[in-house]
């Protein structure tokens, strides 16, 4: 069943996560290819945000990580046995 909501705000936000399964790093937004189903592109979204050939900076997903860690130490996590998907996106150049 896909649950929709209407409108987003920060407890929303940060319940989601608290309870996180999966993190996706777009790692570079520098790949040359163009293929339909990629998420980064304009052919199914309608509100992506334009790709600028920047890369992700190690300290900015570092940053991420140690975010999540303190927020997992501070809060009650629901289901602690599934485990976390850490993933990496962008294309090659
Ligand atoms: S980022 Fe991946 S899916 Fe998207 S256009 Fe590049 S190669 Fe294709």
Do not use: Q
């Not at 790949?31 to 890369?55: A, F, P, T």
């Not at 190690?58 to 997992?72: G, H, P, S, T």
């Not at 809060?75 to 996106?89: G, K």
């Amino acid at each position: 069943m896909i649950k929709t909501i209407n409108s987003i705000d920060e407890k929303i936000i940060r319940n989601n996560l608290i309870n996180l399964k999966n993190l996706v790093f777009e790692v570079t937004e520098k790949s040359n290819l163009n293929c339909k189903y990629c998420g980064l592109s304009d052919h199914l979204y309608e509100k992506y945000d334009v790709r600028k050939s920047r890369d992700l900076l190690f300290e900015k997903a570092v940053l991420m990580i140690d975010y999540l860690v303190n927020l997992w130490k501070d809060n009650y996590v629901s289901d602690i046995n599934s485990p976390l998907v850490i993933s990496f996106y962008g294309g090659s150049h």
